[in-house]
């Protein structure tokens, strides 16, 4: 590779890619690709987990050695400099993004983008979700910063999260265990990751 941050020798990659399926782990990634503006330089290492095991497997090698990391979703929240980034970045996104609808309520992976899952809802006549149709993010970004519009924010139609630490541990948290505020919820303090929720919507018509 080109650039890193100076820790990553080829044993160390080798052990990342043992992590997930080939592939999934990409070198000196155009970080243009994944953000909404189409700006930024390239990620030393960029990987894309497909399921929780993954991303847990991922997180616990990477604790064993002081490499920065970053997670990102669709980049709609990102602006990435010329320089790009040195470390690790783990994109949730294609292949997280598993959704299963049952009467009025989504369950949903982190990586599924927000419109879709808010057109998903649409046609299933599900109402509460209008507002993220027009949210260029994933619901894992959602998650984490209460994203809203037109009144609507996701603290009123989530009721748990399933949120992942650096360590590769998960823990469900109810919405009020999120600690909801303005475009705040507690993972900006504990740096844990969404990785997956439940919303609660309500029967509508569809028009
Ligand atoms: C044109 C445009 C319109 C927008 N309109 C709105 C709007 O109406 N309402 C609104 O609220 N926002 C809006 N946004 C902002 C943005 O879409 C939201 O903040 C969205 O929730 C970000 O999600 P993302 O997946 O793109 O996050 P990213 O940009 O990928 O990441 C943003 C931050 O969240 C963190 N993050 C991302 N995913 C996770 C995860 N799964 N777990 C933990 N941390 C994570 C990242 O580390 C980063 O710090 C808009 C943005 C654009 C460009």
Redesign the pocket.
């Known amino acids: 590779m080109k650039k890193n941050s100076g820790l990553m020798t080829p044993e160390y990659l080798q052990g990342l890619r043992d992590c997930v399926p080939a592939g999934q782990v990409r070198l000196n990634e155009d970080m243009a690709l994944h953000t909404?503006f189409r700006l930024g330089g390239p990620a030393d290492v960029f990987v894309c987990p497909t399921s929780a095991d993954e991303l847990s497997a991922v997180l616990k090698y990477l604790a064993k050695q002081p490499i920065p990391l970053?997670?990102?979703?669709?980049?709609?929240?990102?602006i990435v400099r010329d320089g790009g980034i040195r470390g690790v970045v783990v994109k949730?996104g294609e292949g997280f993004d598993h959704v299963t609808i049952e009467g009025t309520y989504i369950t949903a992976e982190?990586g599924v983008a927000?419109a879709a899952l808010s057109w998903k809802a649409a046609e299933a006549s599900l109402a509460g979700f209008e507002f993220a149709a027009?949210?260029?993010?994933?619901l894992?970004?959602?998650?984490?910063?209460n994203?809203?519009?037109y009144g609507g924010e996701m603290c009123q139609v989530v009721d748990w999260v399933d949120c992942m630490d650096r360590g590769g541990n998960v823990r469900r948290r109810s919405n009020a265990e999120m600690e909801y505020a303005y475009?705040h919820s507690i993972?900006h303090d504990t740096d844990e990751?969404?990785?997956g929720a439940g919303l609660n919507l309500r029967a509508g018509v569809r028009e």
Not at 71 to 76: A, D, V
């Open positions: 909404t970053l997670i990102i979703g669709r980049g709609s929240n990102l949730l982190a927000l027009g949210i260029p993010g994933s894992g970004g959602a998650l984490v910063m994203a809203g519009a475009r993972l990751i969404a990785i």
